[in-house]
């Protein structure tokens, strides 16, 4: 049991992008303009380049950052899996868990749970604020808006769902925004900065762990709207990719450039499964590099053709 009196954090995942911290700001507002003002909005990592300007453009504030939440009463949004967990998770009292992925929830149970199939957990907060008639406050709208735009690629992600647009129409509305091209256009100019970044910082800053068929996997997502900038650091990439698998190895490391103009991805990959992949891409493979026509999702279309790629080749 919890009472109004206790503490109760809302956080999203490891390396949060825009949607987790959006998400988390919002529910906090939803929840205190309920009366409920022991929910308090944090973070447990750094934030992202973009969701810095966007923030600071709205005049939002950065929530404060606790890195590990041992023994506190705990919402989760935008993630399940415990690899994205903050530090500290297994000693939390996860009350409630709120997302739009995959569902992973074995090791906890929460008293809430909602999962919904869309294009981001802003998407499924705004929709709980507006359900509830309560007033957003133009610069919460906007933070929103940005973070279904970025989570569902300007509406080009297989992800992206009619609730996504009809949230979007409404925060728009509210956040007085009317060039919704021209914002997606900016955030992802913003979101562009690969050149100026080590390969380090490029495979980590938006990364996700997976399991598939007791395999497991690495997944880096660069998104790029000019492809032509990062060809010069691919090898970088791929020679930090080695040097991470040395120590930490998967069967797979992955990092997924993907072009939002053309819509479609290049692969750099290692591991010790690489070469189920490189049967995986045939022809469109050269030098641990692979190329996917029409593939921007990582979660849509990446995932279920290496869920592929492994079920039909089990025993390797």
């Not at 880096?220 to 990439?237: A, C, F, G, N, P």
């Amino acid at each position: 049991m919890t009472s109004i009196k206790e503490k109760i954090y809302i956080v999203g995942h490891r390396r949060p992008d825009l949607d987790s911290i959006a998400s988390v700001i919002g529910y906090h507002y939803f929840k205190q303009s309920q009366g409920y003002f022991n929910y308090h909005a944090i973070r447990c990592d750094k934030i992202n380049p973009v969701t810095e300007w966007i923030l600071e453009r709205f005049k939002v504030k950065v929530p404060p950052y606790i890195p590990d939440i041992s023994g506190m009463t705990v919402v989760l949004l935008d993630h399940t899996y415990s690899k994205s967990r903050a530090k500290g998770w297994e000693s939390a009292n996860i009350i409630e868990v709120i997302d739009h992925h995959d569902v992973k929830l074995e090791d906890i149970i929460p008293k809430s749970i909602t999962i919904r199939p869309c294009g981001s957990t802003s998407t499924l907060i705004t929709e709980k604020i507006i359900d509830a008639r309560v007033n957003i406050p133009s610069n919460i709208a906007a933070i929103l808006l940005c973070a279904i735009l970025d989570d569902t690629l300007g509406f080009k992600s297989p992800t992206t769902t009619q609730l996504d647009r009809e949230m979007v129409t409404e925060l728009a509305k509210i956040s007085e925004i009317e060039d919704i091209e021209g914002l997606t256009k900016e955030i992802f100019t913003i979101k562009d900065v690969w050149s100026e970044i080590d390969a380090r910082e490029i495979v980590e800053m938006d990364i996700k762990e997976v399991e598939i068929e007791n395999k497991k996997l690495s997944i880096s997502q660069v998104e790029t709207v000019d492809r032509e900038k990062l060809r010069e650091k691919e090898d970088d990439i791929l020679n930090e990719l080695e040097s991470i698998n040395g120590s930490n190895s998967y069967d797979l490391r992955i990092v997924m450039i993907t072009d939002l103009t053309r819509g479609d991805c290049i692969l750099l990959f290692t591991g010790k499964d690489k070469e189920i992949l490189i049967k995986q891409l045939g022809n469109k493979y050269e030098n641990n590099r692979g190329y996917l026509s029409g593939i921007v999702s990582r979660k849509k279309q990446l995932l279920p053709l290496l869920t592929h790629m492994y079920e039909s080749n089990k025993g390797y």
